[in-house]
């Protein structure tokens, strides 16, 4: 008898596991007809007027579709084979008023020369330009590794790094493309660098171009973040160290052992306008520039415990400080600083959906006299500007696992990597995308609000199904990823439940009210199950932001279709 109800509570046990989730609803979804499979290296969607446009590209040729976004039907299909002149490298896609343009990286053996080639695509009528050299460079460009995707290097390579790097104003009206030229000595203690700029219109006219030499060497300073503003001027972040050691902190210092300099660079001039920001005791991790929409110039980013070198038998080795806190810098427009303010990651939050051992760790941080509690492995994806002034610092925990097995009689290991390290030739490699930091910054550089919340994902082909796209539609902000289903009522004691890429899972909202902070989370549809189809090989760059209410997913049926979502947030 005991047996028979352990069965029976067992079979109940499964039965409610097995019940699927009920769906939010505060969203609508709608699924479009079936149109023929398009398979390249780049896909990218815009919305012009009242329809969409979809751009694809795999090694020479060229799709190009137009989709009705009211009844997610494909309208025209362009195929074009072969369309660039020559042999193409790296490649970005991206609107400038009613055009797209297609960019990509050329190289001439003979003359020495460096292109940056360009091929305009109409979103009106869809028809193709020629290609056209849209800058040349004599002599090699150099490969640029930035820690921040706001500035963004050529899509391909956008992990490992780009030579050239783009960046629009906040109005959208100016185009900012910059590169970095060959040093003229290897050693980086007599090495000064020089970046090229060329600043564009809304028509991708010339407006002013120069080519600036750093103020310091190489070894001196570390090139940061860069912006332009609405009239066209330059900005660049860099950290510059007090002395030639390099070292982040000298022993028995309680400061950082650099500081943060602002450089300005005024429309058709090459001299550099310095401005000297003290961070104390402060270590930056990550920062990122910008023009807010009150054509402030605002820095922001995480601060982090500083590196530790721990000298061992043959290597002394460098353990990287992780992420403590974001920070905020206000300045005015001649660059001064007029606002630094920073906040630390509160306890009680890094110990929301931690393992015992991660609290163990924080304890034993927060007790410490040299380290802060961290949200380890923290990058940051973006800072989400309000048309008020405030911002979200929006990031999450990335990062690239190697399972290493040397065979018997070694032991196995576990190598973590950062993002950016070059990964290309390694195998048994696994990629990462977990928890996210969302913290609201008001316009006077107070903190509004900061959540960890929980996500956990896994897979092997990159990024593909992972990590999340961020929607403001009312007063509501939508996290929207893909989620393991166990995951909709987690208790905050709980570690999350893993979502594997390419194993369905269900789409998913984090819904934060933009002025209270209150966070609430909705499971939106089953991929596995969207009104009579099954959504395979989801991505999370092929979501397009309609209007402030409305995104479309392009989804792939498993049997060479694919087919349109839409989903819209009720206001």
């Not at 976004?69 to 072969?82: N, S, W």
């Not at 028809?127 to 150099?142: A, E, N, R």
């Amino acid at each position: 008898m005991k047996n028979k109800y352990l069965l029976l509570l067992f079979l109940v046990t499964i039965n409610i596991f097995s019940q699927d989730p009920k769906l939010s609803d505060n969203f609508t979804v709608e699924v479009g007809e079936e149109y023929e499979e398009t398979d390249g290296e780049i896909k990218v969607f815009f919305k012009h007027k009242n329809y969409i446009v979809a751009i694809n590209s795999k090694k020479s040729d060229l799709i190009i579709q137009k989709f009705d976004p009211k009844t997610l039907k494909e309208l025209k299909r362009v195929d074009l084979k072969k369309f660039m002149k020559s042999k193409g490298g790296n490649k970005e896609i991206m609107q400038i008023g009613d055009k797209a343009v297609f960019f990509y990286e050329a190289w001439d053996r003979s003359k020495q020369i460096e292109s940056l080639m360009a091929v305009n695509i109409s979103l009106e009528d869809l028809t193709v330009g020629d290609p056209y050299t849209f800058l040349s460079q004599q002599g090699k460009i150099v490969i640029v590794r930035h820690k921040l995707s706001s500035s963004k290097s050529l899509t391909i390579m956008r992990v490992f790094g780009g030579k050239y790097f783009f960046k629009k104003s906040f109005d959208n009206k100016k185009l900012l493309v910059t590169y970095r030229l060959k040093p003229e000595f290897r050693d980086d203690s007599k090495s000064f660098d020089r970046i090229a700029m060329h600043i564009f219109d809304s028509d991708l006219k010339l407006e002013w171009n120069e080519v600036v030499e750093m103020p310091y060497t190489e070894k001196k300073m570390n090139n940061g973040d860069y912006t332009i503003d609405r009239e066209g001027n330059f900005y660049m972040l860099a950290t510059v160290y007090e002395d030639d050691s390099t070292d982040e902190k000298k022993k028995n210092k309680e400061d950082a052992n650099y500081h943060l300099e602002l450089f300005k660079i005024k429309k058709n001039t090459n001299s550099i306008i310095k401005n000297k920001i003290e961070i104390g005791d402060k270590f930056i991790d990550e920062a990122s520039l910008y023009e807010n929409a009150k054509g402030d110039i605002v820095i922001a980013g995480t601060c982090k415990n500083p590196d530790k070198v721990t000298a061992g038998l043959l290597f002394s080795s460098n353990k990287q400080g992780q992420a403590t806190g974001v920070f905020t810098i206000k300045l005015d427009k001649d660059g001064a600083v007029s606002n630094f303010k920073s906040y630390d990651f509160p306890v009680e939050m890094l110990n929301k959906y931690s393992s015992k051992g991660k609290k163990r760790n924080i304890k034993k941080n927060e007790e410490s006299l040299d380290e802060k509690p961290s949200f380890n492995l923290l990058k940051i994806n973006s800072i989400a500007l309000n048309k008020d002034g405030s911002f979200l610092i929006l990031g999450e925990q990335r990062y690239i696992l190697q399972k290493r097995d040397l065979g018997e009689g070694f032991p196995k290991r576990n190598e973590v990597f950062n993002e950016d390290a070059f990964m290309m030739s390694l195998s048994g490699l696994s990629f990462h995308f977990r928890d996210i930091l969302v913290a609201k910054i008001n316009a006077d550089g107070s903190l509004a609000w900061m959540h960890k919340l929980p996500k956990r994902q896994k897979g092997v082909n990159r990024k593909r199904s992972m990590s999340y796209t961020h929607m403001f539609a009312g007063d509501h902000h939508y996290l929207l990823y893909l989620d393991n289903v166990k995951n909709l009522n987690l208790p905050e004691d709980k570690v999350p439940y893993q979502h594997t890429d390419g194993k369905g899972g269900y789409f998913t909202a984090y819904i934060i009210n933009d002025k209270t902070g209150e966070v609430k989370k909705e499971s939106i549809f089953n991929t596995r199950e969207i009104k009579g189809k099954k959504l395979e090989h989801f991505e999370t760059e092929k979501i397009l932001p309609l209007s402030d209410s409305e995104i479309l997913i392009e989804g792939f049926n498993g049997r060479s279709k694919d087919f349109l979502i839409k989903v819209t947030a009720k206001q």
